[in-house]
């Protein structure tokens, strides 16, 4: 890896799969530049506490960022409106049903102070490498017979990586991860990583830990020090 940039170390990925230390990001938490998106190296930075985000035409951004955004599933929370909702029969839920249309959804969802998507052509295979593999999972939403909302994201096994969600019907995305968070509950999942702060997910429980309490979470995955 090269180094450049006199304001901090900037990380150039080469056709080695090593990520540099998380605590070598700056401080918007922009860790490395460039590689690829294979199977084994996007795995391999999720299990290192790294994510890709970028433009479509850009180079790969790397990131870990500090605080971090995470969820405990037992603390996901619901209004007295959404109970309701939850137990009204308005909608029903499938998983790992129609994957790639929940990404593909998730990258034409508008969004607020944001232009384009950063689930590019090229994040939509990988993405789809990793469900294909067993390291990812979809939660669809349904209205009757017409897909209203969902979310993605990486599996590791006892850390879920929400990547993105949609919602073409009031509280649609609310309902895939309240059941979300039950089913993470239930098997014994430890946490969701949101990777950064949104309203949204405050508003759902959701809060900002050092990013040092986030990386023991992962040890067992990276081989940190016990």
């Excluded at 007295?80 to 137990?87: E, F, I, T």
């Excluded at 490498?129 to 067993?134: S, T, V």
Aim: hydrophobic letters at 35%; proline letters at 4%; aromatic letters at 12%.
């Amino acid at each position: 890896m090269e180094q450049s940039n006199n304001q901090f170390p900037l990380y150039f990925l080469n056709d080695h799969l090593v990520f540099p230390p998380v605590e070598s990001a700056n401080e918007e938490g922009l860790l490395a530049v460039g590689g690829d998106l294979s199977f084994e190296r996007l795995l391999l930075s999720y299990r290192s506490g790294i994510f890709p985000w970028f433009n479509d035409d850009a180079l790969i951004l790397w990131w870990s960022p500090d605080p971090r955004m995470v969820l405990f599933p037992n603390e996901v929370k619901q209004s007295k409106s959404m109970r309701k909702v939850m137990h009204s029969g308005q909608f029903s839920l499938t998983k790992n049903q129609c994957f790639s249309e929940i990404v593909d959804r998730c990258a034409r969802q508008e969004r607020k102070q944001q232009e384009g998507s950063w689930i590019t052509r090229n994040m939509k295979q990988a993405y789809g490498n990793l469900f294909e593999k067993g390291f990812a999972r979809s939660y669809e939403v349904w209205e009757g017979q017409e897909l209203v909302g969902g979310l993605y994201g990486v599996d590791l096994g006892h850390v879920f990586c929400g990547e993105s969600m949609f919602s073409k019907a009031s509280n649609a995305s609310k309902f895939a991860l309240i059941h979300l968070c039950q089913d993470l509950l239930s098997e014994g999942y430890e946490l969701i990583d949101c990777q950064v702060h949104t309203d949204h997910l405050e508003s759902m429980g959701a809060r900002e830990i050092p990013r040092a309490d986030f990386m023991k979470y992962l040890k067992p995955l990276y081989g940190g020090d016990s």
